[in-house]
T-cell receptor, first 116, second 113 residues
Framework: AQKVTQAQTEISVVEKEDVTLDCVYE???????LFWYKQPPSGELVFLIR??????QNEISGRYSWNFQKSTSSFNFTITASQVVDSAVYFC?????????????FGQGTTLQVKP | KAGVTQTPRYLIKTRGQQVTLSCSPI?????VSWYQQTPGQGLQFLFE???????NKGNFPGRFSGRQFSNSRSEMNVSTLELGDSALYLC????????????FGPGTRLLVL
């Protein structure tokens, strides 16, 4: 069965610290897609990144970077030099390639608090 | 390009009533999915529509239903509301399906009293 686990429920850091949010997934499929979303207090889920299972290259976008390791079924997200505006709930999600529908399986989310 | 819009943003209902929520996808997107978010259960998939047809449904009772119109706009309906239906209902759209990026609307916060 598909499953996404975000073991860290809450993380609190001081501004400018680096922080890594963990995501572990389970799927029987060999082709799948992984996503990260950010949910600020307003409630809207903001798309951050999409990665397919054949692309294990790490990605960096400004202060954000993602480490995808198929061997450990992990897709971790690192924020470098965190800022107060990074405070939000972050969700990791999984979609299987054979599923031609709109179903995403979400982790429980990690609440990140960045203190000034 | 305008994002996903949802109306209303906030809603208060009483037990036993029914409610209809609306979602307008990004122009050109044909897949619309609905999710329920609660503190206890997190984000759960409700159903997805594509070309006016329901392609997938989550594990929710039949009180939850939806439809999609020819312009890809979608509505979801909850009949006989229960206290446990209080949640943030999020709508997402994508070009075709969940293999592509889903873009979410701001959600509708439903409170059932």
């Amino acid at each position: 069965a598909q499953k996404v686990t975000q073991a860290q429920t809450e993380i609190s850091v001081v501004e400018k610290e680096d922080v890594t949010l963990d995501c572990v997934y389970e799927t029987r499929d060999t082709t799948y897609y992984l996503f990260w979303y950010k949910q600020p207090p307003s409630g809207e889920l903001v798309f951050l990144i999409r990665r397919n299972s054949f692309d294990e290259q790490n990605e960096i976008s400004g202060r954000y970077s993602w480490n995808f390791q198929k061997s450990t079924s992990s897709f971790n997200f690192t924020i470098t030099a965190s800022q107060v505006v990074d405070s939000a709930v972050y969700f990791c999600a999984l979609s299987e390639a054979y599923s031609n529908t709109g179903k995403l399986i979400f982790g429980q989310g990690t609440t990140l608090q960045v203190k000034p | 390009k305008a994002g996903v819009t949802q109306t209303p943003r906030y809603l208060i209902k009483t037990r036993g009533q029914q409610v209809t929520l609306s979602c307008s996808p990004i122009s050109g997107h044909r897949s619309v999915s609905w999710y329920q978010q609660t503190p206890g259960q997190g984000l759960q998939f409700l159903f997805e529509y594509f070309s006016e047809t329901q392609r997938n449904k989550g594990n929710f009772p039949g009180r939850f239903s939806g439809r999609q119109f020819s312009n890809s706009r979608s509505e979801m309906n909850v009949s006989t509301l229960e206290l446990g239906d209080s949640a943030l209902y999020l709508c997402a759209s994508s070009l075709q399906d969940s293999r592509e990026t889903q873009y979410f609307g701001p959600g509708t916060r439903l409170l059932v009293l």
